[in-house]
């Protein structure tokens, strides 16, 4: 659920590759090759999850048999994929917000993996409380937007600002560890404009999107400013943070 609504996966601060690459074949083996997972990283060749050549589904291929692993590839090829992002500087793991998966394969894919999950339901507690915080959707998000009040017949001031910043729910960062505080897992901040992402062209962010009120009202403070023209001061996004001493 988080993945689909932040474009993140939420883990753990620093995750190694090598972690991630061992959570992604547990993935693969708990979804019972039903999905396979193209996985890139920034510095070496994409890899397939699960390997054709050592796939035990639909059936082990002999490697020597170029027909038979021909066989199992295209077998492949019609499974949903899903694609994943390691950024190793970040260590951090992306899905591209183009990664999508057409409606009757999620269905199909749902209908197939129904005992799995209702199992992992189970014995596994939600996202949210396994990494000991709460992640509003979206959803909720974009309501608070829609109230949030914007002058128009005055010039924006920093007490408007003030007052929607302190009672908005903010969303969590994990993605920022080049400034978090040592030892704190994730920071309340978020980018509002146009970002460029490791894996995507320029873009207008996802919370640009959810918070579009808030970025009206943000840019509306940076127009009321007065020196703004004088100086020239030229902007393509704003970086808000709550309750951070950036290091």
Not at 123 to 148: Q, T, W
């Amino acid at each position: 659920q988080h993945l689909r609504e932040t474009g993140v996966l939420l883990s753990s601060p620093n995750m190694e590759e090598k972690d991630v690459l061992e959570c992604i074949e547990a993935l693969v083996a708990g979804l019972e090759e039903k999905v396979n997972v193209r996985f890139r990283d920034l510095l070496h060749e994409e890899r397939m999850f699960p390997d054709p050549a050592t796939s035990s589904k639909p059936s082990k291929p002999n490697k020597n048999n170029k027909k038979e692993l021909a066989a199992v590839i295209a077998a492949r090829k019609e499974m949903p994929t899903l694609e994943l992002v390691y950024l190793t500087g970040a260590k951090e793991v992306h899905a591209p917000r183009n990664s999508t998966l057409d409606t009757e394969i999620l269905k199909k894919l749902h209908n197939d993996l129904k005992p799995a999950l209702k199992e992992a339901r189970a014995h596994f507690p939600a996202v949210s409380n396994a990494v000991g915080c709460s992640c509003p959707g979206a959803g909720k998000m974009k309501a608070e937007d829609a109230k949030i009040p914007i002058p128009t017949d005055r010039p924006v001031g920093l007490e408007d600002c003030t007052e929607v910043l302190t009672k908005m729910t903010w969303p969590i960062c994990t993605s920022r560890n080049n400034v978090k505080p040592d030892g704190q897992e994730h920071l309340y901040a978020m980018c509002l404009g146009v970002i460029k992402p490791y894996f995507a062209g320029v873009t207008t962010s996802r919370n640009t999107k959810i918070w579009s009120r808030l970025t009206k009202l943000l840019a509306g403070l940076a127009k009321s400013i007065p020196e703004r023209d004088a100086i020239g001061f030229k902007y393509s996004s704003i970086q808000c943070n709550k309750d951070c001493n950036a290091k």
